[in-house]
């Protein structure tokens, strides 16, 4: 086994999988650097025929309790979402298999994340959410990417309240693959991991390709719309900034509806 260390992320290479530890204690909030270390390492795995699954995973507390909150003040809000949508990005257009293993908080730009793997295994005591909207913000890749995997109705109602849901419900709605408990996950995992080291990993890759050829000229299309309306209208309104201002200084938010 092949380990490899960032100040963020650790990245684990055994046969043809490629397990990526988001490490950002306690929470794995992914800041910008972490962002940038996903997309160099993606980047730099997508280009080894030898690995034909990657998948991602936290720890006991947390997947990924979302993307920092202060990034997403307008000053800095640029930067940060080209930087995370290009990790989406990354793992969207893969030719691997994207597995993302669940436990604790998988929350706003952790649950975008999670969402777009091939293949989302979640402890069922998991806590998920799309929390952006009692920020005054909205998930850009949620919003493209959930009315196709849950609906639009189910996917309407996550983003515009904002509610928390269990790993169960993840699975009852479409959002992930199986939940187990939190003991029984990595089992689980390596079940997966071995039935897919027995398969061709041309055949899985085109196969995939095959798969999300249509939905993938959708999400990218969606997605930069997403972005647009992000950033050139949402987030220079004072409501996006009395949002992230008030969660800094834990208070409840004064909406003024500007």
Known sequence: MATAA?????????????????????????????????????????????????????DAHAFSAGVDIKA????????????FHAVI????????????????????????????????????????????IKLGCFPPVGAVALPALVGQKRATELIL?????????AVAIGLANRSASAEELESVLQETLNELRQLSPVALSHAKHAMYAWDAIHFDKGLARAEKIYLEELSSTADAREGIIAFLEKREPKWTGK
């Open 6 to 58: 960032t100040s963020r992320i650790e990245v684990r290479v055994a046969a043809s999988v490629a397990r990526i530890i988001l490490n950002n204690p306690p929470l794995n909030v992914i800041d910008l650097r972490m962002a940038r270390e996903l997309q160099q390492t993606l980047t730099e795995l997508e280009s080894r025929p030898d690995i034909s699954v990657i998948f991602f995973e936290g």
């Open 72 to 83: 997403h003040l307008s000053e800095q809000i640029h930067e940060m979402l080209a930087s």
């Open 89 to 132: 990005r990354a793992i969207v257009t893969s030719r691997k298999v994207t597995i993302a293993a669940v436990c604790g908080a998988c929350l706003g730009g952790g649950a975008e994340l999670a969402a777009v793997c091939d293949i989302v295994y979640t402890a069922r005591d998991a806590t998920w959410g799309f929390p952006e």
């Open 161 to 169: 309240t904002g509610r928390q849901f269990s790993g169960d419900e």
